[in-house]
T-cell receptor, first 112, second 115 residues
Framework: QKEVEQDPGPLSVPEGAIVSLNCTYS??????FMWYRQYSRKGPELLMY????GNKEDGRFTAQVDKSSKYISLFIRDSQPSDSATYLC????????????FGRGTQLTVWP | DTGVSQDPRHKITKRGQNVTFRCDPI?????LYWYRQTLGQGPEFLTY????????KSRLLSDRFSAERPKGSFSTLEIQRTEQGDSAMYLC?????????????FGQGTRLTVV
């Protein structure tokens, strides 16, 4: 079983839609939960990270973590064409080493 | 500060040749990471430096791969006797020693094509 599972999509939605992106994980040692956005041929950029179960909101983005189910989500409200990118979930054990474990990414297209 | 800088952005090499990539982290970031990303996959961890010390290496980092970070500043990743399977995007990231390690800032990557 892979430590991180993420549906690669592709996901295509109209502008203004609510987008839901999800990942599951199996490693109970993961303590930090992150979402990165990656535009084509660019490096990943950190969108949000959370430490505990619950919700965290930042503008149009909401990150949700359910540690009991080992499930994390990213919601994008009022999606825009500029949100079209690959979204990567990532996990950190919180050790001093800081290696990140990534999902394979979900490719999102928001069409006008 | 302009962020994490990687050079070159693209590299095409013949199988069997050696290649070297450079990463300049954000100044004063003590932690530096190398990842590899293939098409349709997420980044995979290769190695980690804290200052000049290489503290962790993935099993993905075969004997043909070597990384250095002299003086704890920039880092280089060398691949010897390249193989077609080495074709990928090589990403460098850095983060400050203080704070949670999750705040890793990535460079734009070096895209390697082995022909």
């Amino acid at each position: 079983q892979k430590e991180v599972e993420q549906d690669p999509g592709p996901l295509s939605v109209p502008e203004g839609a609510i987008v839901s992106l999800n990942c599951t994980y199996s490693n109970s040692a993961f303590q930090y939960f992150m979402w990165y956005r990656q535009y084509s041929r660019k490096g990943p950029e950190l969108l949000m990270y959370t430490y505990s179960s619950g919700n965290k909101e930042d503008g149009r983005f909401t990150a949700q973590v359910d540690k009991s189910s080992k499930y994390i989500s990213l919601f994008i409200r009022d999606s825009q064409p500029s949100d079209s990118a690959t979204y990567l979930c990532a996990f950190d054990r919180g050790s001093t080493l800081g290696r990140l474990y990534f999902g394979r990414g979900t490719q999102l297209t928001v069409w006008p | 500060d302009t962020g994490v800088s990687q050079d070159p952005r693209h590299k095409i090499t013949k199988r069997g040749q050696n290649v070297t990539f450079r990463c300049d982290p954000i100044s004063e970031h003590n932690r530096l990471y190398w990842y590899r990303q293939t098409l349709g996959q997420g980044p995979e961890f290769l190695t980690y430096f804290q200052n000049e010390a290489q503290l962790e290496k993935s099993r993905l980092l075969s004997d043909r791969f070597s990384a250095e970070r002299p003086k704890g500043s920039f880092s280089t990743l060398e691949i010897q006797r390249t193989e077609q399977g080495d074709s990928a995007m090589y990403l460098c990231a850095s983060s400050p020693l203080q704070g949670v390690s999750t705040e890793a800032f990535f460079g734009q990557g070096t895209r390697l094509t082995v022909v």
